[in-house]
């Protein structure tokens, strides 16, 4: 490919200085974060403190699973953006009746909006999987709130949608393989996306990567679910590299509605979240994974650079969820979901905001070494990496990212970022190819191994990745041993130019000998 250096004894980058590359690559293009506001406990704050937290940590969107007065009328006046629900068992009225459906909108949504900043209906929850067998209600009810927010003039504010689970994907894996259930297909899900489309709404979807990597522990490295540096997946059906499971996920159902033909409509991700305890047969669930999941979420959507499928949808995203609540049903890791206790405490510290992320760092175990795991997901995407330089890794430019993207990153690496950018100048030794993505990957790699391979410091807004083993030559036979024993041992990086390492210690093996 390029030229590459090994030098990895450099001091590491300080993260108030990592984060001034992720904000001069994408400053105000990144996505949202909100949070869901569940109540199914006896030991909640009351909700005038809900608010009060909320403002303290500067989230300025929360989603409710119901629409209850107390709640609505604490958060009037707060400037949060708010998504209601129609709960599930509402569906058969708000489907039959339109004059069920307008007085439920009358009572819950226009009697408080604009004070409070209703923005979206979620017209019942993951009702595909609801054991009532409300999946035929579904799409008449949620015609019947849009006439109701027509009559109040309140249509072209607030978006009607559905929240969706996994479990209605027929296939996820590989991404490009993502299909709906046969059977969802034509009663619901056209008609639904037709409806979406002529009102400018959104699909709302529920996403859990715990879920996966729980029954697949043995398969899904946990660097893979927990956005950390690892070598990535490609999908088979595209070529698309994949670096963690959450895309993995999203990009199945953008997938998915492409093969319907609905590609031009939007996506939120409604749910999402990692458990902070379990039980002991919940593999995954700890405080340590939890911290990781959301911390890593928030940064990877705050800054920005869509999925790998969809680069430019910036996301928005609600973190599952406010509170550990203590009257759920289900195994432990149900009660454990909450960023807060109810006391009010942070459960684990999590970043809300861009700013807050300027002093974030994954607080990794020193003990915990990267999970490579085994299996299909698991093969590092440059292959098994050579003895000679096992441990190491190097940072490349994705070739999917773009001269949008790879540009102000190339520039920022060579300018604030301090990479030694001389060897890619015309005329000099790594000059050649003269590609964006060569030159990208060489100062890419140059910061990374100044900033002794931190994490984080191989991101560059979404622009690059780390492999595990030295990328391979662009041609053998472009520069002599020579040369290349001449510009090894005379640069303090060490920089290989167009060979692996292992190539050029061979070649001065052979010079020396």
Same mark, same amino acid.
């Given at each position: 490919?390029?030229?590459?250096?090994?030098?990895?004894?450099?001091?590491?980058?300080?993260?108030?200085?990592?984060?001034?590359?992720?904000?001069? !690559?994408?400053?105000?293009? &990144?996505?949202? =974060?909100? *949070?869901?506001?569940?109540?199914?406990?006896?030991? #909640? $704050? /009351? %909700?005038?403190?809900?608010?009060?937290?909320?403002?303290?940590?500067?989230?300025?969107?929360?989603?409710?699973?119901?629409?209850?007065?107390?709640? !609505?009328?604490?958060?009037? &006046?707060?400037? =949060?953006? *708010?998504?209601?629900?129609?709960?599930?068992?509402? #569906? $058969? /009225? %708000?489907?039959?009746?339109?004059?069920?459906?307008?007085?439920?909108?009358?009572?819950?949504?226009?009697?408080?909006?604009?004070?409070?900043?209703?923005?979206?209906?979620?017209? &019942?929850?993951?009702?595909? *999987?609801?054991?009532?067998?409300?999946?035929?209600? #579904?799409?008449? %009810?949620?015609?019947?709130?849009?006439?109701?927010?027509?009559?109040?003039?309140?249509?072209?504010?607030?978006?009607?949608?559905?929240?969706?689970?996994?479990?209605?994907?027929?296939?996820?894996?590989?991404?490009?393989?993502?299909?709906?259930?046969?059977?969802?297909?034509?009663? %619901?899900?056209?008609?639904?996306?037709?409806?979406?489309?002529?009102?400018?709404?959104?699909?709302?979807?529920?996403?859990?990567?715990?879920?996966?990597?729980?029954?697949?522990?043995?398969?899904?490295?946990?660097?893979?679910?927990?956005?950390?540096?690892?070598?990535?997946?490609?999908?088979?059906?595209?070529?698309?590299?994949?670096?963690?499971?959450?895309?993995?996920?999203?990009?199945?159902?953008?997938?998915?509605?492409?093969?319907?033909?609905?590609?031009?409509?939007?996506?939120?991700?409604?749910?999402?979240?990692?458990?902070?305890?379990?039980?002991?047969?919940?593999?995954?669930?700890?405080?340590?994974?939890?911290?990781?999941?959301?911390?890593?979420?928030?940064?990877?959507?705050?800054?920005?650079?869509?999925?790998?499928?969809?680069?430019?949808?910036?996301?928005?995203?609600?973190?599952?969820?406010?509170?550990?609540?203590?009257?759920?049903?289900?195994?432990?890791?149900?009660?454990?979901?909450?960023?807060?206790?109810?006391?009010?405490?942070?459960?684990?510290?999590?970043?809300?905001?861009?700013?807050?992320?300027?002093?974030?760092?994954?607080?990794?175990?020193?003990?915990?070494?990267?999970?490579?795991?085994?299996?299909?997901?698991?093969?590092?995407?440059?292959?098994?990496?050579?003895?000679?330089?096992?441990?190491?890794?190097?940072?490349?430019?994705?070739?999917?990212?773009?001269?949008?993207?790879?540009?102000?990153?190339?520039?920022?690496?060579?300018?604030?970022?301090?990479?030694?950018?001389?060897?890619?100048?015309?005329?000099?030794?790594?000059?050649?190819?003269?590609?964006?993505?060569?030159?990208?990957?060489?100062?890419?790699?140059?910061?990374?191994?100044?900033?002794?391979?931190?994490?984080?410091?191989?991101?560059?807004?979404?622009?690059?990745?780390?492999?595990?083993?030295?990328?391979?030559?662009?041609?053998?036979?472009?520069?002599?041993?020579?040369?290349?024993?001449?510009?090894?041992?005379?640069?303090?990086?060490?920089?290989?130019?167009?060979?692996?390492?292992?190539?050029?210690?061979?070649?001065?093996?052979?010079?020396?000998?």
């Amino acid at each position: 490919m390029l030229c590459f250096s090994l030098n990895q004894s450099m001091e590491r980058l300080t993260f108030p200085f990592l984060f001034l590359v992720l904000s001069i !690559l994408s400053p105000s293009d &990144g996505g949202s =974060i909100g *949070v869901n506001y569940g109540r199914i406990a006896n030991n #909640l $704050p /009351s %909700a005038v403190k809900v608010v009060q937290l909320l403002k303290s940590q500067n989230i300025n969107r929360v989603k409710l699973y119901d629409s209850d007065p107390a709640v !609505l009328k604490s958060l009037a &006046g707060s400037g =949060i953006k *708010v998504t209601v629900d129609l709960p599930n068992q509402l #569906l $058969p /009225s %708000a489907a039959k009746t339109p004059s069920f459906a307008l007085q439920w909108v009358r009572q819950n949504v226009a009697a408080y909006h604009p004070s409070t900043r209703i923005e979206s209906i979620a017209v &019942g929850n993951e009702v595909f *999987v609801d054991p009532n067998n409300t999946t035929w209600f #579904l799409v008449p %009810a949620m015609k019947n709130i849009h006439q109701a927010l027509v009559k109040f003039n309140l249509h072209s504010t607030i978006k009607v949608s559905s929240p969706i689970a996994l479990s209605a994907l027929q296939s996820s894996y590989p991404s490009s393989a993502g299909s709906f259930r046969p059977e969802l297909i034509e009663p %619901a899900f056209k008609p639904m996306l037709d409806f979406l489309r002529q009102t400018g709404s959104y699909l709302m979807v529920n996403a859990y990567p715990f879920f996966a990597y729980e029954s697949n522990a043995n398969d899904i490295p946990l660097d893979y679910a927990l956005f950390r540096e690892n070598p990535g997946v490609v999908d088979s059906g595209n070529g698309l590299r994949y670096f963690n499971l959450f895309d993995a996920q999203i990009d199945a159902v953008f997938a998915a509605m492409s093969a319907l033909k609905y590609d031009d409509l939007e996506m939120v991700v409604t749910e999402t979240g990692w458990p902070s305890k379990g039980d002991e047969n919940e593999v995954g669930a700890s405080l340590d994974n939890a911290a990781a999941y959301n911390g890593n979420l928030v940064r990877r959507i705050l800054t920005g650079g869509g999925t790998p499928l969809r680069p430019k949808a910036d996301l928005t995203v609600y973190l599952f969820a406010l509170f550990n609540e203590n009257q759920k049903n289900g195994p432990t890791s149900e009660r454990n979901y909450g960023l807060f206790y109810p006391s009010e405490e942070k459960v684990y510290d999590v970043p809300f905001t861009v700013e807050e992320l300027k002093g974030y760092r994954d607080k990794r175990k020193s003990s915990s070494s990267p999970v490579t795991g085994g299996g299909r997901l698991s093969t590092p995407v440059s292959g098994n990496v050579s003895p000679s330089v096992a441990g190491q890794t190097w940072c490349v430019a994705s070739g999917e990212a773009g001269k949008a993207k790879l540009q102000p990153a190339l520039d920022f690496a060579c300018g604030e970022g301090g990479a030694d950018c001389h060897p890619i100048q015309p005329g000099s030794t790594c000059y050649d190819p003269n590609t964006l993505e060569a030159h990208a990957s060489y100062a890419f790699n140059s910061y990374y191994q100044k900033n002794g391979r931190a994490m984080g410091t191989c991101y560059f807004g979404g622009t690059a990745y780390v492999v595990s083993e030295p990328p391979s030559a662009y041609s053998i036979i472009s520069l002599s041993p020579a040369v290349l024993l001449l510009y090894y041992s005379t640069t303090t990086t060490a920089a290989v130019c167009g060979f692996c390492y292992y190539v050029l210690m061979l070649a001065k093996l052979l010079l020396i000998g």
